[in-house]
T-cell receptor
Framework: DAKTTQPPSMDCAEGRAANLPCNHSTISGNEYVYWYRQIHSQGPQYIIHGLKNNETNEMASLIITEDRKSSTLILPHATLRDTAVYYC???????????FGKGITLSVRP | NAGVTQTPKFRILKIGQSMTLQCTQDMNHNYMYWYRQDPGMGLKLIYYSVGAGITDKGEVPNGYNVSRSTTEDFPLRLELAAPSQTSVYFCASNLAPARSYEQYFGPGTRLTVT
């Protein structure tokens, strides 16, 4: 599976949009981009995934660049409860295993 | 549904002791996984199973054993515990790949070996 690169941390103000970047320049055509998050040492929680089209669900939006070499997870109105480590994972379909890096620590400030 | 449950929540072991970490899911998922997470690091896959009676090694299997006699249960056995096995252990499950992309995680077991 392709490797991902995320900055170690970022912060945003409560109520504002949080835009979390991820680089995956070696992604191949059959690999999906997944996002999970982990709140304070709890088990990771699935957020969203996509192949090449932008995706939106009740938690977040996923924007994938046209060349698929990078993506952005958008939390439209961040709350204090969104403070967590966010993992960007590239995976060749649901049949392959998840590989977690260190992720990006998002701190939402009041 | 309780989802994925793990017991115990916390455990302290002495070097050389053995124990079994329990994991149960009530979602009828075929696939189950064990991960460990060291402080400040991401999760590393220890073992996984694609169905009852089938298990396979992940990235860091040494010092661990697993079995999968039922769809619901996937216990992880530590033999001869070592300080390097101090970690948080997470169990996870998902449906067969063609039906689900979401992996569900348990709350974790925090293990200290001294």
């Amino acid at each position: 599976d392709a490797k991902t690169t995320q900055p170690p941390s970022m912060d945003c103000a409560e109520g504002r949009a949080a835009n979390l970047p991820c680089n995956h320049s070696t992604i191949s055509g059959n690999e999906y981009v997944y996002w999970y998050r982990q709140i304070h040492s709890q088990g990771p929680q699935y957020i969203i995934h996509g192949l090449k089209n932008n995706e939106t669900n009740e938690m977040a939006s996923l924007i994938i660049t046209e060349d698929r070499k990078s993506s952005t997870l958008i939390l439209p109105h961040a709350t204090l409860r969104d403070t967590a480590v966010y993992y960007c994972i590239v995976r060749a379909g649901a049949n392959s295993k998840l590989t977690f890096g260190k992720g990006i620590t998002l701190s939402v400030r009041p | 549904n309780a989802g994925v449950t793990q017991t115990p929540k916390f455990r302290i072991l002495k070097i050389g002791q053995s124990m079994t970490l329990q994991c149960t899911q009530d979602m009828n998922h075929n696939y189950m996984y064990w991960y460990r997470q060291d402080p400040g690091m991401g999760l590393k896959l220890i073992y996984y199973s694609v169905g009852a009676g089938i298990t396979d090694k992940g990235e860091v299997p040494n010092g661990y054993n697993v079995s999968r006699s039922t769809t619901e249960d996937f216990p992880l056995r530590l033999e001869l515990a070592a300080p390097s096995q101090t970690s948080v252990y997470f169990c996870a499950s998902n449906l067969a790949p063609a039906r689900s992309y979401e992996q569900y995680f348990g709350p974790g077991t925090r293990l200290t070996v001294t």
